[in-house]
């Protein structure tokens, strides 16, 4: 899997997004786009949770996005990750990355 700071709009509408914890945290609006991190070469079965418990020990997230094919729902290999800091972003693209 690799890790990188880019940003693509080849997503599904926001059913496929989820925010992480409560609505009272920042909206990843708000949040500086170096704080998402995109996430490619994942296995087709890789879901939210598989995601959450592989980057949540490098900070806070925010919001999954992991992109679906329209009819199949089957994940399309790729995700996005906000992290509530730039810092935490940073720290997970260098320990996930070519990982």
Excluded: H
């Excluded at 700071?5 to 609006?29: E, K």
């Excluded at 490098?58 to 089957?74: C, H, N, S, Y």
């Amino acid at each position: 899997m690799m890790a990188t700071s880019s940003v693509s709009s080849n997503l599904l509408p926001s059913s496929s997004s989820r925010p992480i914890g409560s609505a009272s945290q920042d909206s990843p609006c708000r949040l500086p786009l170096a704080s998402r991190i995109f996430v490619r070469n994942l296995p087709y079965s890789t879901g939210e949770a598989t995601l959450i418990k592989l980057f949540s020990k490098f900070g806070q997230i925010v919001e999954i996005k992991l992109a679906r094919e329209e009819e199949t729902w089957r994940s399309k290999g790729y995700a996005f990750i906000q992290y509530s800091s730039q810092e935490q972003a940073v720290l997970a693209l260098e320990e996930m990355d070519r990982k």
